[in-house]
């Protein structure tokens, strides 16, 4: 019996030295910040007065949809073709400070003319969403038919 005790006693001291040096449990940790998730509004093109679309280039802006506020630094994808049936990105834009994505180039333009005026001619912007910090920023999209009005 004493034999048994001496054991438990060893037991127990060696669990408290082990939380001494290791200290308290994960569990018992401070929470994770929550995360806001807020909705962002992409406007593709560039209409001229009239509301044609004359530059066959992709562009698009991305706000925040709340505040109107531009978003840099977001990655927004052009695509050609129709859904589910051979679309694909023809370039990828990155938003500068303004919130405006571009991209451009004899190939760019040459997709968009061989595929768009199939489709009819149009692109769509596409901008997959993503966490910056404490925020969450939703997906959004937006197409635009060139030379049309909208």
């Known amino acids: ?28 940790a401070a929470p994770a ?6 909705t ?21 802006k991305l706000t925040d949809t709340a505040t109107g506020a531009p978003l840099a630094g977001q990655v927004v994808a052009f695509v050609v073709g129709r ?5 694909y990105a023809v370039c990828w834009g990155t938003t500068d ?3 405006v994505a571009k991209c451009g180039g ?13 489709t009819p001619a149009s692109y769509q912007a596409v901008y997959s969403g993503a966490t910056v910090g404490d925020v ?9 038919k060139l030379l049309a009005r909208q």
Do not use: C, K
């Open 1 to 28: 019996m004493g034999h048994t005790r001496g054991r438990l006693f060893l037991v127990v001291m060696m669990a408290l030295a082990a939380l001494a040096t290791f200290g308290p449990s994960p569990a018992s």
């Open 33 to 38: 910040a929550a995360v806001e998730d807020r």
């Open 40 to 60: 962002t509004t992409l406007v593709a093109g560039h209409p001229n007065a009239l509301g044609v679309h004359v530059n066959l280039l992709p562009r698009a």
């Open 83 to 87: 859904p589910y049936a051979g679309s």
């Open 97 to 99: 400070a303004a919130g």
């Open 106 to 118: 004899p190939r760019v333009f040459q997709d968009i003319l061989q595929i768009g005026w199939m």
């Open 136 to 144: 969450r920023y939703a997906r959004s999209t937006d197409i635009v």
